[in-house]
């Protein structure tokens, strides 16, 4: 009894986000799809690209991880020959403001389309 109540309970807790509102993966699929994206392309060599569209090659994360969307959207971007883009995810309003500020400089410096998503967008499921 106690065996099956602990796997109910490891289940419950890895259905819910670690730390955030949606999934990382929640965000991909709603933007994409409302994009006409494609997600999770696997490239030759074994990168996922979280979403391609036909002009653009998309990274998703999270507002803290900023800096890692640059170098995984160029490179996918140069990869597929298209546009590297990037949707940073901000689920901690003012608090990701620096976090925000930091990649619309260097997004612009480097020509890479951003977006920036909010859980208030997320279209109940």
Known sequence: MILILNLI????????????KFYEKDYQNYWCSANGGMTEVILPDKAR???????????FDFAKKW?????????????LHKKAGIVLISENGQSDEKYIKRVKSVANYHNIDLWIITPGQMKCK
């Not at 309970?9 to 955030?20: L, V």
């Not at 800096?67 to 990869?79: D, P, T, V």
Request: proline fraction near 3%.
């Open 9 to 20: 309970s490891i289940s419950a807790f890895a259905a819910t986000p670690k730390n955030h």
């Open 49 to 59: 690209v979280d979403c391609v569209t036909k002009t653009h090659a998309i990274e």
């Open 67 to 79: 800096a890692e969307s640059i170098g995984q959207s160029l490179y996918y971007g140069e990869q």
